[in-house]
């Protein structure tokens, strides 16, 4: 059976939807307290992610160390400290760091 050949772009398209959807899951996890299960839709949706050469969607956050899926207000803690917004991961203890220099520029133009 011939398999038909799809553009990256297509390709791409899939691997979001699908990424979307084992982050939503993921997400479902670590409400329902399911860490181990969570950490596994987190790897999957980056190992899909790697494959097509797509990035996350920025709104889902993930621990990096320990790949469980981060919901702020359950198992994460979200501060703004001096131009980046710290993520402290309460799973593992993890902390990231991510500059917001952008918005604040946006802020000071108004
Ligand atoms: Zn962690």
Excluded: F
């Amino acid at each position: 059976m011939a398999r038909r050949r799809i553009s990256a772009r297509e390709a791409r398209n899939i691997a979001r939807t699908r990424m979307d959807r084992l982050m939503d899951l993921a997400i479902e996890e670590v409400r329902e307290g399911r860490i181990d299960r969570s950490r596994r839709y987190v790897s999957l949706a980056r190992k899909i992610g790697m494959r097509t050469n797509t990035p996350m969607t920025k709104d889902r956050i993930y621990c990096r160390k320990c790949m469980v899926a981060l919901l702020p207000g359950w198992n994460c803690k979200v501060r703004l400290r001096s131009n980046r917004v710290v993520i402290h991961c309460l799973t593992c203890g993890a902390i990231q760091r991510a500059p917001y220099l952008r918005e604040k520029k946006g802020e000071s133009d108004e």
